[in-house]
């Protein structure tokens, strides 16, 4: 149960946790619990302004997710993972200041060793 929850809250990498889409299953939650709640008290029950609600709440949590889509971190690079393990077995770490490193297994842009 775990892994769902992760895979529905997380972006791209399944690490990265992302604000829109919890919100936005908790707005789907509490529009369905408040529209148990009226039912209870005994409110009259609508269904075609309740599926134009959740029709509304679907489509703009999709909007979102399509809208954040190009800014959610992907998996590193091979050629980078392996410049990072090639510096660790030096003693060095990589940082990022704009500059170019060189490995003896790749070339690390935007990174320095130090």
Do not use: H
């Not at 409110?43 to 997710?65: E, H, M, R, S």
């Not at 889509?69 to 077995?89: F, H």
């Not at 500059?99 to 790749?106: D, G, I, L, M, R």
Request: charged content about 25%; some cysteine; overall charge neutral.
């Amino acid at each position: 149960m775990g892994k769902f929850f992760r895979d529905i809250f997380t972006g791209r990498d399944n690490k990265t946790y992302e604000m829109g889409r919890v919100l936005w299953f908790q707005s789907v939650q509490a529009f369905i619990l408040i529209t148990m709640y009226s039912l209870y008290k005994g409110n009259d029950f609508d269904p075609i302004t309740w599926g134009a609600g959740v029709a509304a709440l679907i489509a703009g949590g999709g909007a979102a997710i399509k809208l954040k889509q190009e800014s959610e971190p992907n998996e590193p690079q091979q050629d980078y993972l392996d410049a990072v393990v090639a510096a660790k077995e030096k003693g060095q770490r990589l940082t990022t200041k704009k500059t170019v490193v060189a490995t003896e297994s790749a070339t690390v842009e935007d990174s320095d060793c130090k």
